[in-house]
């Protein structure tokens, strides 16, 4: 049986950092995923104290990015914050074409170049980076990295410290996942799991994603090739939705628990 | 310099299929791509006569799918309508998942057992098929063949008789595009090379595509790679867009055909 963990995003709206965590705590989880961003709404000192008070870990923290100008200096800042919570990885978020430049085939090498300079900095600060590629319809403003197999051949082609997270949403159209999932498993870079699911229709490219059994992702098929690749860690709960955003938080929580131990024998305890 | 061809679906709202023809004609096109609910609208023998009074060709006929129940015969019946218009090349649209059926792997092998049988309709009637692989955010409800990389394979198992339409906006993502449409030209299946953008925001899956040059595509070095491969076929203009289909028709092909000059070069007498 796998773990459970939820990335605070899916119920960001309606439960600041620390109820999340109270929430998470509650439903017996152990680990959690962070947002920068939502760390400074409550106060770094606070959720920091909150983690320890629950006894609870940090998997995911969001996030290096985007890639504008001056997010080297940005990345610094935010890579030793990152490092103050010890989470397994930080992910880099890239950002889609920079202002006033085009082709995306320009910016995917600005992008390896900046990931590549990125990554000497996390090795320094001590935290490993996770690329996890979005989906292609999000190639013009969220990522130019949109497949596994980019992320891996920027992982070989990087070394050590860097690693990929394969999010259901992004990435289960591709006939090539079960051969980049194993490529990825035996490389040791498989950093998480990320589901949710595919509605149809989908309404909304950025927050229309469904709760897992809602859509038509074969997501036991997903994490049945993340096990064969060897993958021993957490299903990890990542919904951008604006319906279960206007939910309460406990109950898309527990909804949400006992779909990943049908879908996946997940356990939250 | 290539010629252009308008797609009826760019100006299908307020244009009916003898007034697209008129357009086209007195823009000095010589080819046309074509749908059978818009001939059914006008009647086919009404549309008929209008190309041959004005001496036009079809480049592409729409469509063959979705592949639901009963699909064979609809197939065939529409297969013989299409043959009477003398087409360069018929569309498969393989529809997504099946009522009930979950799974995109399933759905992929059914789909291919069906466009096999298709084509041995096909080649029987006489007209040649055509592979448009669709943006993977379409997998789920419109194609399950979602990379060039995808068709080629299928032409490869199906022989003769079947090919691929390139069309920017559903492949401009994937790394693969320049090698695939390398491996299309070599085996003599290039088809058609369908022209539109992607806009930055995208508001929507289906009806926001953006006119060539108003979006982040790399449409001239796609263009290039089509040269390359041995493309000499047309630029077909594809723009499904609630946004242009608000504007007057005449207009809409005469901003494309301006586009078309300036971006590829292309000619419309």
């Known amino acids: 049986m796998s773990d459970i963990v939820f990335n605070h995003a899916t119920v960001r709206e309606r439960a600041d950092m620390l109820s999340f965590l ?29 983690l320890r008070d629950h006894g609870m870990k940090v998997a995911g923290y969001n996030r290096i990015g985007p890639f504008g100008p001056g997010y080297l200096d940005r990345a610094e800042e935010e890579l030793e914050r990152a490092a103050r919570f010890a989470p397994d990885h930080v992910f880099l978020f890239t950002g889609g074409l920079a202002e006033g430049e085009r082709g995306l085939t320009a910016a995917r090498r600005r992008v390896e170049d900046q990931v590549s300079r990125l990554l000497e900095m996390a ?21 130019v990295i949109t497949s596994l197999t980019a992320a891996n051949d ?8 860097i690693g990929v997270v394969v999010d259901v949403y992004h990435l289960w159209w ?13 490389a040791g870079r498989l950093l998480g799991f990320h589901v ?12 229309d994603r469904g709760m897992m059994g809602d859509g038509i992702i074969e997501l036991a098929s997903i994490d049945d090739m993340m096990r ?39 356990k939250n305890s």
Do not use: Y
């Open 196 to 207: 949710n699911d595919w509605l149809l229709p989908t309404r909304h490219l950025l927050t």
């Open 22 to 50: 109270r929430l998470s705590a509650e439903r017996g989880l152990e680990t959690v995923s962070i947002w920068g961003d939502e760390i400074a709404k409550v106060g770094e000192a606070n959720a920091l104290a909150a």
């Open 154 to 161: 920027l992982c070989d082609i990087l070394g050590h410290g």
């Open 174 to 186: 591709d006939e090539r996942l079960g051969a980049e999932i194993l490529r990825a498993g035996r």
């Open 123 to 143: 090795r320094r600060i001590g935290v490993k980076l996770a690329i996890e590629p979005l989906h292609p319809m999000l190639a013009g403003d969220r990522s």
């Open 228 to 266: 064969r690749a060897g993958f021993r860690g957490a299903v990890e709960v990542e919904i951008f939705s604006t319906d279960w955003w206007a939910r309460d938080p406990a109950e898309v929580m527990d909804v949400a628990i006992a779909r990943c131990r049908h879908i996946f024998g997940a």
